[in-house]
Structures are given as C-alpha cells and as structure tokens.
C-alpha cells in the first residue's frame, strides 16, 4: 500500500521535480517506509512506499522496466502475482526481485492498456511509456484505491489524495456548490466529481490514457446486472464457499505481520474464520466497541474469537473520541460525515500496533442484500400496484406537514419510486429538508441540479436486467459503497499506515455472487440468506442468527455532551455565517432537533459540523498550510516511524 502523485506535460513544458516531491511528502502517512521521484523532461512519477510485498530495494518505485523505457508508480496489490510470476519468466520476460509491481511493466509490454484484464487486486497507478510519450492512471474496478487528477488543458496532474494537489499553486481551490449540495445530501461527495472544481476522482474499474491529444476516460469492467435463475441453493453455497475462500487465501500474501478486523458480524467473521482455516498461526483479531452496550459489539467479536482461537485485541472508543475531528477531516480530504469514521480509525490505529495488513468484512452488504434498507424496500414497493398518478396525489397532503412527522414522511414516500424512496432513505438531508439549510445564494446556484440524477441512471442500468429492488445492491456498490465505505476505510486506515484488504470484494468472487438469484440473497426478510448459509458449519449458531448492526457512533447519545458544544461551537461561529453556504434559521432549527437522543437530527448536525469543519481546515488557511492537519505535524505511526526515510 502506498501514496503516488506525479505531473505529465502532455503538449509543453517540464516537470518540477521539487514540487512533486514535496507533494509525495503530504501523503507520507501512506507510505513511510521509502521513496523516490523519477522525473524526466515532461513527466515526473512519485513514491511513498508502504513496504508489503517483497521490502527489499527490489521493490523500490517508482519502478522501470528492464530498459528504462516503462517506468510506474504502483499503489495496492496484486493477488494473483505468484500465479503470473512463472507465467513472465516462462515468456522470457527477465525479473528483478518478487515485488508485484513488476506484473504491470511486463504485461504493458505484452499487452498495452488491456494489461488490467490480468490484474486481480486492489490498485491505483500510473504507468508511463517512455517511447509512446503515454501515460496511463488506472483504478481497481470497485475503488478500493483511490485517484484524483487535473487536467488545465496542456498537463495532467494526479495523486492518491487530494491534499497533495492542493500543493500545486495552479490546481484550482474553487469549491464546486453542486458537491456542497452532494454533500447534505449523501454525506460524501459521488464520483467522478470532487469537492473542488477542476478536480475529478478517476472512477472505479476506469483508465485515463494521455498522450498529446490529451486525456481520455474509458471504462475497462462492468459488474455484471443478469442473474442466473437456474443457479439453485445448494449450489450457491458450495461455489460461494470456495470462491471466497480462495479470495481469502490469495490475501495472506504478505511479507509483513497480518491480521483481521472482527465485529462480530457476519462478514467479517466469516472471512476470520477462513483465514484460520487457512493459517497455521492463529489469526490476530482487532475489535472496537462503546461504553455504550446498545452500540457495542464486542461481546459478539469476543464469542466469534473464542469459537475460532484467535489471538484477539479489544479497545473501548469513548466520547472524546471527537477530538479526533480535526485530524478526520484533514485526512479525509473532502467533506465526509459517515460517524462510523471515528471507530474505524481507532481499530486501524490499534491494529498498526501489531500488524501491517489487516482484512476486513467490507462489501458483504451490498452484495449479498444486507441492509433493513432493502426488505424495507419490498415491503413499501407493495403499493405500487396503484398508478403512480394516484400515489403522488395520495401524498400531496404530506407537503402540509412537518418533515419529522412520521405519517407525513409515509404518505411522502407513497408517491416515490423505489429507487427514489431508497435514496430518501439513504440521505442525510433529502430534498426537501436540504433546501431548507441552503443559504438562498447556494439554492439559486443549484436550482438545476438533482443530486439524484446520477444514481438514478445507475439503477436504471441493473433494472432493465433484474427488478426495481434486486438493482438496489447495484446501485449501493457503485456509489455508496465506492464513494463512502471505501473511501472511508482507506483514509482512516492510512493515517496509521496500515493496509486493510477486503476478500468480499474480489471481483471475481462478486462476479458469481452478482449472478445469484435476489431470493438467494434476500430470503423472507432473512438477509445475507446465502452468505450466512455459507458461514453456517464455520461459525457459532448465535452469530448467524444475529441482525444487522452498523459501525456506528452513538451520536444521539453523545448529543448534548461534547458533540452538542461542538456543534454550536462550529455552526453559530462567525465564518460558518460569513461563507454564506447555510441558512443560519435552517441550522438553528436542525440544532433545536426533536431532542437529544433523535438519530436523524443527530445525523444532520453532525453533516452540518463536518462540512464547517471541513471549510475551515481547507479553505481558512493558506494552501501551503494544507500539508499538515490542524492538530500539529502528522507523526508517523510509531510502529514505522523509525524506519522512514525522507
């Protein structure tokens, strides 16, 4: 795991060596353990190297090839790199030591940009063609690793993490208003978009090629939409048993400690219990829970370690947990209000304590059904045999009625789509309580733009091939799980440099599960149906019969406490009025809330906090001051921090 930048000057002019080098410094978080620049006439690439696989100066990037013609700078890891080894020997292709970063030179060599057809992991990257004058970036096909650009019409710049941009003075630091609006909205802002204007995230399972006609975007892999219906139960489990072992096994390639984040869930437990099968050690186990019983899953964790004998870590997050705000927000580079930030930190950062790689249970949701969201979504979707005609006028008394009226809210529904009523359901600020907040300036600025839009065409896409509910696991995976999970456990988990990987995510694994019939995912209003199914001889009875709990924070029972003064401390301060984004009468009224223990209120102020907050570490203070969070210097996690070299 690793943090790459760099700068191409597709039409004129020379890279800058300095300035690329200092940009490879901001993000030395995600990798301490070496570096380097490469730069040549136009292009420069960039290298902070989290050391994983093969830690010798074999392994050192940016990495050429054996002329010197292909250079790269490699972020992620190639899982099925021992399978390809022998197969490039066996070509005649000659190797430099065992990193899996060579995979990529010598398969451009064979292959060119269709090269990413081979590559089975997680990655983001930056190749270039010395003798084609070519660059390419490249991202995993369900982002697990992320990649900004900007591209001013004569040269091309990118990194793995926005702050690093933000260090070239001509990268523009203008806030777009449609994300702001994305923003209230979702808790995180889609892709391909980003918070600023002029800089775009490179989508997920998507290449940029540029050379001197300039960049161009091509999608390289789809998530299939067609299910199978003559794949019956028993032959689903059996194949699911064996394909997410295998995804298991191939993620134990490491010449670092390993481990595993344990919830206690389904997900993750399984894929614990998988690697313990696989291991010859026992598995170390890392677990987060609250003072707060309601909250914690520790118990569960603890059962599922018992059950399996693994070497298991327990941490109690407790409220000053908060305190971690200033430093989340930096490292999270764009606004982002997903609570469940807070205890993913604190288990990565206990984690790095023992290990360098940790796998995780991410994913398991989305492809196998597991929010309430989705059997929610069949029960309303009854009503739809009337007209949507007679819906919408059944629901008009609603618009009568206050936002937290629990009939007024039903009969609203009643008149929505599924694929709308589900992105209700999904938004911290829907419609029409986002309008509400918004200055009038920001309102007018985003009269035509639906935030809903995009998702929309995304469902649409899965629906023509399986329903109007199956297509909501779609839709999850290609936005709130890319743009949010993901996104989420990538920056947490690198601020204490540790690498998290995520079986249930392997493509090749969710290219058969995308194939099952929905009755094999969602059973009744049983979730998870064949995934728990596939668990069943592997973990104990409890477990399996568990429902869904989130990796949430207890906000509605710390309102009040430190996140209630936090709030007011940030909203009803000067700049929050001054920046003109929020209605200052919308926000008193989100902090007045039906009280303090309302999770939906609760929610919102913490999005409003997030995005003030945000504001304030990355628009108050001068540009260069982005290189740091607001809390002080970023140290190195201690575990590494001895063997960084800069």
Same mark, same amino acid.
């Given at each position: 795991?690793?943090?790459?930048?760099?700068?191409?000057?597709?039409?004129?002019?020379?890279?800058?060596?300095?300035?690329?080098?200092?940009?490879?410094?901001?993000?030395?978080?995600?990798?301490?353990?070496?570096?380097?620049?490469?730069?040549?006439?136009?292009?420069?690439?960039?290298?902070?190297?989290?050391?994983?696989?093969?830690?010798?100066?074999?392994?050192?990037?940016?990495?050429?090839?054996?002329?010197?013609?292909?250079?790269?700078?490699?972020?992620?890891?190639?899982?099925?790199?021992?399978?390809?080894?022998?197969?490039?020997?066996?070509?005649?292709?000659?190797?430099?030591?065992?990193?899996?970063?060579?995979?990529?030179?010598?398969?451009?060599?064979?292959?060119?940009?269709?090269?990413?057809?081979?590559?089975?992991?997680?990655?983001?990257?930056?190749?270039?063609?010395?003798?084609?004058?070519?660059?390419?970036?490249?991202?995993?096909?369900?982002?697990?690793?992320?990649?900004?650009?900007?591209?001013?019409?004569?040269?091309?710049?990118?990194?793995?993490?926005?702050?690093?941009?933000?260090?070239?003075?001509?990268?523009?630091?203008?806030?777009?208003?449609?994300?702001?609006?994305?923003?209230?909205?979702?808790?995180?802002?889609?892709?391909?978009?980003?918070?600023?204007?002029?800089?775009?995230?490179?989508?997920?399972?998507?290449?940029?090629?540029?050379?001197?006609?300039?960049?161009?975007?091509?999608?390289?892999?789809?998530?299939?939409?067609?299910?199978?219906?003559?794949?019956?139960?028993?032959?689903?489990?059996?194949?699911?048993?064996?394909?997410?072992?295998?995804?298991?096994?191939?993620?134990?390639?490491?010449?670092?400690?390993?481990?595993?984040?344990?919830?206690?869930?389904?997900?993750?437990?399984?894929?614990?219990?998988?690697?313990?099968?696989?291991?010859?050690?026992?598995?170390?186990?890392?677990?987060?829970?609250?003072?707060?019983?309601?909250?914690?899953?520790?118990?569960?964790?603890?059962?599922?370690?018992?059950?399996?004998?693994?070497?298991?870590?327990?941490?109690?997050?407790?409220?000053?947990?908060?305190?971690?705000?200033?430093?989340?927000?930096?490292?999270?580079?764009?606004?982002?209000?997903?609570?469940?930030?807070?205890?993913?930190?604190?288990?990565?950062?206990?984690?790095?304590?023992?290990?360098?790689?940790?796998?995780?249970?991410?994913?398991?949701?989305?492809?196998?059904?597991?929010?309430?969201?989705?059997?929610?979504?069949?029960?309303?979707?009854?009503?739809?045999?009337?007209?949507?005609?007679?819906?919408?006028?059944?629901?008009?008394?609603?618009?009568?009625?206050?936002?937290?009226?629990?009939?007024?809210?039903?009969?609203?529904?009643?008149?929505?789509?599924? +694929?709308?009523?589900?992105?209700? &359901?999904?938004?911290? $600020?829907?419609?029409?309580? /986002?309008?509400? #907040?918004?200055?009038? *300036? @920001?309102?007018?600025?985003?009269?035509?733009?639906?935030?809903?839009?995009?998702?929309?065409?995304?469902?649409?896409?899965?629906?023509?091939?399986?329903?109007?509910?199956?297509?909501?696991?779609?839709?999850?995976?290609?936005?709130?799980?890319?743009?949010?999970?993901?996104?989420?456990?990538?920056?947490?988990?690198?601020?204490?440099?540790?690498?998290?990987?995520?079986?249930?995510?392997?493509? +090749?694994?969710?290219?058969?599960? &995308?194939?099952?019939? $929905?009755?094999?995912?969602? /059973?009744?209003? #049983?979730?998870?149906? *064949? @995934?728990?199914?596939?668990?069943?001889?592997?973990?104990?009875?409890?477990?399996?019969?568990?429902?869904?709990?989130?990796?949430?924070?207890?906000?509605?029972?710390?309102?009040?406490?430190?996140?209630?003064?936090?709030?007011?401390?940030?909203?009803?301060?000067?700049?929050?009025?001054?920046?003109?984004?929020?209605?200052?009468?919308?926000?008193?009224?989100?902090?007045?809330?039906?009280?303090?223990?309302?999770?939906?209120?609760?929610?919102?102020?913490?999005?409003?906090?997030?995005?003030?907050?945000?504001?304030?570490?990355?628009?108050?203070?001068?540009?260069?001051?982005?290189?740091?969070?607001?809390?002080?210097?970023?140290?190195?996690?201690?575990?590494?921090?001895?063997?960084?070299?800069?």
């Amino acid at each position: 795991m690793c943090g790459i930048n760099g700068v191409f000057h597709y039409r004129e002019g020379q890279a800058d060596r300095e300035l690329v080098r200092r940009q490879a410094h901001v993000q030395r978080h995600r990798g301490p353990d070496d570096w380097d620049v490469w730069c040549e006439g136009p292009v420069a690439l960039a290298q902070r190297r989290l050391a994983i696989v093969d830690l010798s100066q074999a392994g050192h990037q940016p990495m050429p090839n054996e002329d010197g013609t292909v250079w790269v700078t490699f972020n992620g890891e190639l899982y099925n790199w021992p399978e390809v080894k022998p197969q490039l020997v066996a070509r005649g292709h000659r190797l430099r030591g065992n990193s899996d970063t060579e995979m990529l030179l010598h398969l451009w060599e064979e292959k060119g940009p269709e090269l990413l057809g081979d590559l089975r992991g997680m990655f983001a990257f930056a190749l270039y063609d010395r003798t084609q004058r070519r660059l390419m970036l490249a991202r995993d096909r369900l982002g697990k690793k992320p990649l900004f650009y900007h591209d001013d019409g004569k040269r091309l710049v990118f990194a793995s993490e926005l702050k690093t941009l933000m260090l070239d003075p001509s990268v523009p630091r203008e806030v777009d208003p449609q994300s702001v609006s994305d923003f209230l909205t979702y808790q995180y802002v889609p892709s391909p978009q980003s918070i600023f204007r002029g800089v775009r995230k490179l989508p997920p399972a998507h290449r940029l090629i540029c050379d001197e006609r300039g960049p161009r975007v091509e999608r390289y892999w789809s998530l299939p939409v067609t299910a199978d219906p003559g794949i019956g139960p028993e032959e689903a489990i059996a194949r699911l048993r064996e394909l997410l072992a295998e995804a298991v096994r191939i993620r134990l390639m490491s010449d670092v400690p390993l481990g595993a984040f344990l919830s206690g869930g389904i997900d993750s437990s399984i894929v614990v219990a998988l690697m313990a099968q696989a291991s010859s050690a026992p598995v170390k186990t890392f677990s987060i829970g609250f003072e707060d019983q309601d909250f914690s899953e520790l118990q569960h964790a603890g059962r599922v370690a018992k059950h399996l004998g693994t070497d298991h870590h327990e941490l109690v997050v407790r409220p000053r947990a908060l305190e971690l705000m200033p430093r989340l927000v930096w490292g999270l580079d764009e606004p982002f209000s997903d609570a469940s930030m807070i205890p993913t930190f604190h288990v990565a950062e206990m984690a790095r304590h023992h290990v360098t790689v940790a796998l995780s249970g991410d994913g398991g949701d989305e492809a196998f059904a597991g929010y309430v969201t989705y059997p929610w979504a069949r029960r309303y979707a009854k009503l739809d045999f009337i007209p949507q005609a007679l819906r919408q006028l059944a629901a008009a008394p609603a618009a009568l009625l206050s936002n937290d009226d629990s009939i007024g809210r039903k009969l609203h529904r009643m008149g929505l789509s599924v +694929v709308d009523r589900h992105l209700e &359901a999904m938004s911290h $600020f829907p419609p029409r309580e /986002r309008v509400a #907040v918004l200055s009038r *300036a @920001l309102r007018e600025s985003t009269s035509r733009h639906d935030p809903y839009a995009a998702a929309r065409a995304v469902h649409a896409r899965a629906k023509q091939a399986v329903g109007d509910i199956p297509a909501l696991l779609y839709l999850d995976a290609m936005t709130y799980m890319t743009d949010d999970v993901l996104v989420k456990v990538d920056r947490t988990s690198m601020l204490s440099s540790l690498e998290v990987r995520a079986p249930l995510l392997d493509h +090749v694994f969710l290219e058969y599960v &995308a194939r099952l019939p $929905f009755d094999l995912k969602l /059973r009744g209003d #049983v979730t998870k149906w *064949a @995934l728990k199914e596939t668990a069943r001889t592997l973990l104990p009875p409890e477990i399996l019969a568990r429902g869904k709990q989130g990796f949430g924070v207890p906000l509605e029972r710390w309102f009040g406490d430190d996140f209630g003064r936090l709030a007011r401390e940030v909203l009803l301060d000067r700049r929050c009025r001054e920046r003109g984004w929020l209605d200052p009468a919308g926000v008193e009224k989100v902090l007045a809330g039906k009280g303090a223990r309302d999770d939906k209120h609760a929610r919102q102020v913490f999005t409003l906090v997030c995005l003030e907050l945000w504001a304030q570490t990355w628009l108050d203070r001068p540009r260069e001051s982005l290189a740091e969070p607001t809390d002080g210097p970023l140290p190195l996690h201690e575990a590494v921090a001895a063997d960084a070299k800069d």
